[in-house]
């Protein structure tokens, strides 16, 4: 199990290599799966997406798969009125505003709330061959979510709240971590070889922010998985200046996007960590040795790292063609196999 | 003087401020202005946007105006079809795609092309007793524009373009760049006391990147216009990795957004520069006392640079109360003069 062991720092017989999004919309065998479904649809029923997360495992032979899910769905279990709209993302009906809004977040029970997903992963346990990573996302990144009652770039409703409102925010922050951590714990009880903690939009915040607001959350999650003995990824987008809180927070693994070079990460996070990343999914758009010559620059950076998991750094873009995707795992397999 | 004399790193009575954005869609004087007309058609009136520029340095008591305009205004000045729309930004009819396309990119002759822009700065030279600022965009986020055929979030047919092929990438920055340089120059040959190149998206890119592709078309820019002796301030979102970089293209003062405290920003940049920055604008967006705390955060981190400019670390948002920043720009002056 390669992607297992880059996650520990043990030796591999080749960098393992999966993609975040992987599964989902550059696929045309999705897009005929899902058909004018949504994706909560999609997540809700196990059969389809146990089908969904096996797509890219078929299609590329990467070395981890990942539940085919997306971060809110632990909070619609537990009955907030999130619909994820096709070209924005995750919409709240009404979003969080105040303290009294805290009362809406309730428990996750994960074996009955997530009983869809559990099955899921049960299902995959059986149908796959190498790991499944499951996820959650990090309270700050779901917070955002409620908070701006959908994607925002400034994120400016979030930080007026953390700013003006710092005890609320931080029950909020509380009860969110609370729900990613059940979500993760029920995902790795039920199979799950692996996690990533998912705080996508964290680099928007200034390091004072995200050591004061966020970091204490993020690490209560990382750390209450500690007993699981399962490897912990923890990522966000545009993290440079955050990476080293980032790695304190209590992860194994650190994700890091096309912005730093993986040896500069290194520097940044700490010998004792594994990274993951990093080529850029824009040049994934792009023809076939602008794609190779951009992912061995990524393994030459790696080349001094002892834990590397091959990636991008974020998610798959919905245009890319999967036959790029699945050269550049054969790429980095040929290119660091011994 | 004091906006010139920071940019100098000379003596100042008090920290300069303005704002970028500062003239603009928070101001309730400016939006009865426009009315239902597009921005556009608000810079190609002299009048209009001579007053439009004003409008903030009376509300705010800011120390420098910046000219009411938009990076696009050069291309649409030389006939690209560039419409600016609300809520998006500025799109291009037909976008880039190939060599041919170079062909589209005629030289600005400011005098003809750019006379009404030419004429509102002669306008403020007239009615302002603080400098005027002028600006232009870089050639990467033109180019960007151009490219994606709008506001972009991934710039993947940019980052495309730029790798598969790179001399038609480099002609398509140098013709930019000389756009950009003979606006700049214009601007302040009618009166502009100082100049900023936006290169607003730059942060998209990794150093490698941004040293090979963008580089070396941003320093003929910022070269191109020592002879002029005003300051020149080189500013982009989330380019922390790049600080040193942009630095080393020449500019006197270098912007720099939230992400990075000054002081590490200094350190970055090196000794020989101002610094430009920088206040979360979305924190503008909250109470008073929570600005303030922000802003008190700036200027503590600032206290050691020689060269302090006092800005946000990017534009005012839309539905930002302009009284908070007014109360910044006095809380500014207060505590720093002497």
Redesign the interface.
């Known amino acids: 199990m390669r992607f297992l062991a880059a996650c520990r720092r043990q030796p591999v017989d080749a960098t393992p290599v999966w993609f975040m999004r992987q599964a989902g919309r550059s696929l045309p065998e999705y897009r005929a799966l899902r058909g004018s479904g949504s994706i909560l649809q999609a997540t809700s029923d196990p059969e389809t997406a146990a089908e969904i997360t096996l797509q890219p495992v078929r299609r590329y032979g990467v070395d981890a798969a990942i539940l085919f899910s997306d971060i809110v769905v632990p909070l619609v279990a537990i009955g907030l009125d999130i619909d994820i709209v096709p070209g924005r993302g995750p919409v709240l009906a009404e979003p969080f505003r105040s303290r009294a809004d805290l009362a809406r977040l309730r428990r996750l029970e994960a074996g009955d709330d997530l009983a869809h997903v559990i099955e899921t992963v049960r299902i995959l346990k059986e149908e796959l061959s190498i790991p499944l990573i499951g996820f959650a996302g990090a309270p700050f990144t779901l917070a955002s979510y409620l908070v701006e009652g959908g994607p925002s770039r400034?994120?400016?409703?979030t930080?007026?709240l953390m700013?003006?409102e710092p005890l609320v925010w931080a029950e909020l922050l509380e009860r969110l971590g609370d729900i990613s951590l059940a979500a993760l714990r029920a995902q790795v009880e039920a199979g799950a070889a692996a996690v990533q903690l998912f705080d996508s939009w964290a680099?928007a915040?200034?390091?004072?922010e995200y050591e004061r607001f966020v970091l204490p959350a993020s690490r209560r999650v990382l750390e209450g998985l500690a007993d699981l003995d399962v490897p912990r990824i923890h990522f966000g987008v545009?993290t440079?200046?955050l990476l080293d809180l980032m790695a304190g927070a209590g992860s194994d693994v650190v994700g890091v996007d096309?912005?730093?070079?993986l040896d500069e990460a290194a520097r940044r996070v700490g010998g004792a960590k594994a990274l993951q990343g990093n080529l850029?999914?824009?040049?994934c758009?792009?023809?076939l040795p602008?794609v190779e010559?951009?992912a061995r620059?990524v393994l030459k950076e790696a080349s001094g790292l002892s834990g590397h998991v091959f990636n991008l750094g974020h998610g798959v873009?919905p245009?890319t063609d999967p036959g790029i995707l699945a050269a550049v795992v054969d790429l980095v397999h040929e290119e660091t196999g011994r």
Do not use: C, N, Q
């Not at 915040?205 to 004072?208: F, I, M, N």
């Not at 096309?258 to 070079?261: I, K, L, P």
């Open positions: 400034t994120f400016g409703r930080k007026v700013h003006s680099g915040l200034s390091r004072a545009g440079g200046e096309w912005r730093v070079a850029d999914p824009a040049i758009l792009g023809p602008v010559e951009a620059r873009l245009e």
